[in-house]
């Protein structure tokens, strides 16, 4: 495999794409160009100083034929599904279609603080990395994809560009039940240090988010500004009424649709959208992982993934 | 809000790829806003299919409240991970990724950064001992939740250990061990190891005149020779080393053991030179966010003490 980390292909460097009026809002920048794959990935920083992003455009060396804008799950989900994110993007960028991924303002590298991020600030940083996609390459086609409560922040800023296709990768569905999957996963944990005859936390989760304004799950901090926004949400609202092709990707042992996807794939049939799905036998923990046992890396099933959605992409963005 | 991290921590930061081997590997590299002082400090991930960010950033973390002292830090993806080229499967602890970490030293040596000290978490820390001991320029370490024992050890081949019992009343008298027995997790601990001695002192006895049973490397001590030897040379190039353990590790049971044996008399050698910190809990997951703090506290408040870093600019 030849890399070449310092070849520019025709579309510049971030910098030089950046009219003059938004160079001030673009960072640090690496490129690398991949002449097995004919890719070029740019990778840095965007946004006003103090407030800037860590984003990774990935870019066919032609000019690409379309665009996907990728919205990451939080906390542990986002660094369970990284990698899947980094071998789709590349396998889009692969096949024309150029890519953005970049992580959420108080996550991964960006600026900030995980206690100033809410839905409404995580939904204007994606419409912030739509932009930067667009104004870096002028497609004028464009898809989104988002994993779990990335999924929510996908569908919602899709609602600004009528009519594109979504894909939701296990889409939180119902935002209290997401929240109470998490929280009874520190109680098992904790369950695990009794057994061990080590004290667990004396207060529940919630309670804790109550009083003290964040819980620990698991090492990672839920805080109660991003709680307060999204909890009291839904999948189906955030869709809203406007058709789209959706691909629901289920991700699990199931070896039927789950009922609360079943559900709503009908609903939205009725309501006019083209919805697709497909499922990954994979068992997924999200937020458990990275311990002493997990040497081996689990075989996270990237490639049927990464082709599922792929090919279900270049269907849509090319009718 | 982290403290000591200044809120425009990006504006330090250059994201780069370097090469290593056939791959191209990702990294972050933050430079304070003022002055720097030496040395740079590399950070090395833990082995898992996370990035170089670490559980909650905390490597992330560390880096901003490194460079907000002045130091040059640099963060990087294994190959196979985050952003980087090639794929990996397994983490092996007896094979980890010495040439990522030599690209990444060599990277910064190319950056005017010629002297660095290493952090690393059990994976990256077994990384760190593999290069650390010939590393030329190199002026500290610092290994959380590092595996003492081989993998294979750990897998089912139980290591034998020859500790004589004179031996094991001896270090049981030591002002650490008696200050331990207070505590009931750690009498419950020292309690096993008694026992599992004591149960192979019988075996050996009913099986006289078989010989020693030696572990995986010809070793008749249960550590790593690797870990052995890499502690050994580091401490007698006066590297100073910073190990941090928490008390629920798994790892840190390992360390216990062996310092009664051949571990213990490397590290008496380095006195002076070794620190250790143990924190309450399970270091190596890095579960709570109180202990990623205390983690965090530690190794940038040795790295002040050690070579005397600049002023942290307050948030």
Known sequence: MKNNARQRGHLGTPEQMASSESRANVGRWASRVDMTTHIREDVGFFGPPGRRMFGCTHLP????????????????????????????????????????????????????????????????????????LIGAT?????????????????????????????????????????????????????LKEVARGRQKSSRAPMEELRQTGMVDILGYPIHRALF????GRS???????????????????????????????????ESGFAVDSFGIDLNEPWWFGGGVSERRVEPIRASALIEGIGHWLLGQLSS | MDKGIIDAATECEEPVFFPAGAETLFGVLSRPISQGTEPAVVLVGGGWYGTSSGRNRIMIRIARRLTSAGHSVFRFDYHGVGESTG???????????????????AFIKDRGLTECALVGVCFGART????????????????????????????GRPTRRSVSMWKLVIHGLRPWVLRDLLDSDRRRYYGRVLAKTLRHKQRKLL??????????????????AIFLESI???????????????????YFQDFQAERMDGLGEVLEKGAGLVDLRVVDGEAHALGRMDLQDQIIDTVCDWMRDRFRAGTEIKA
């Open chain 1, 138 to 190: 002028g497609v004028a086609d464009i898809a989104f994809v988002g994993t779990r409560v990335g999924g929510l922040v996908a569908a919602s800023i899709a609602r600004n560009h009528p009519g594109v296709p979504l894909v939701l990768v296990a889409p939180a569905v119902d935002l209290s039940a997401y929240f109470r999957e998490i929280f009874r996963g520190r109680l098992v944990s904790e």
């Open chain 1, 235 to 269: 999948l189906v609202e955030e869709v809203g009424e406007g058709p789209r092709p959706i691909l629901v990707v289920q991700v699990g042992k199931d070896d039927r649709v789950r009922r609360q996807y079943a559900a709503l794939m009908t609903r939205w049939r």
């Open chain 1, 61 to 132: 060396l032609h000019a690409p034929s379309a665009g996907v804008v990728v919205c990451s799950p939080v906390q542990a989900e986002f660094l369970r599904n990284y990698r899947r994110e980094v071998l789709l993007a590349r396998s889009l960028a692969a096949r024309g279609i150029a890519v953005q991924r970049f992580h959420f303002r108080g996550a991964g590298n960006s600026d900030g603080d995980s206690s100033e991020a809410t839905f409404e600030t995580m939904c204007q940083d994606a419409l912030d990395a739509t932009q930067m």
């Open chain 1, 228 to 231: 307060d926004s999204i909890v």
């Open chain 2, 87 to 105: 794929s990996v499967t397994l983490f092996d602890l007896d094979r980890p990724f010495a040439e990522d970490l030599e690209a990444a030293v």
């Open chain 2, 128 to 155: 760190i001992l593999e290069i650390a001991p010939e590393l030329g320029g190199l002026r500290g370490a610092v290994l959380v939740s590092p595996p003492v024992r081989s993998v294979r050890d750990e897998i």
């Open chain 2, 207 to 224: 099986s006289r005149g078989r010989s020693l049973e030696l572990s995986r490397e010809g070793n008749a001590r249960g550590a790593s």
């Open chain 2, 232 to 250: 050994n040379r580091l401490l007698e190039r006066q590297i100073p080393l910073l190990l941090i353990y928490g008390r629920s590790d798994t």
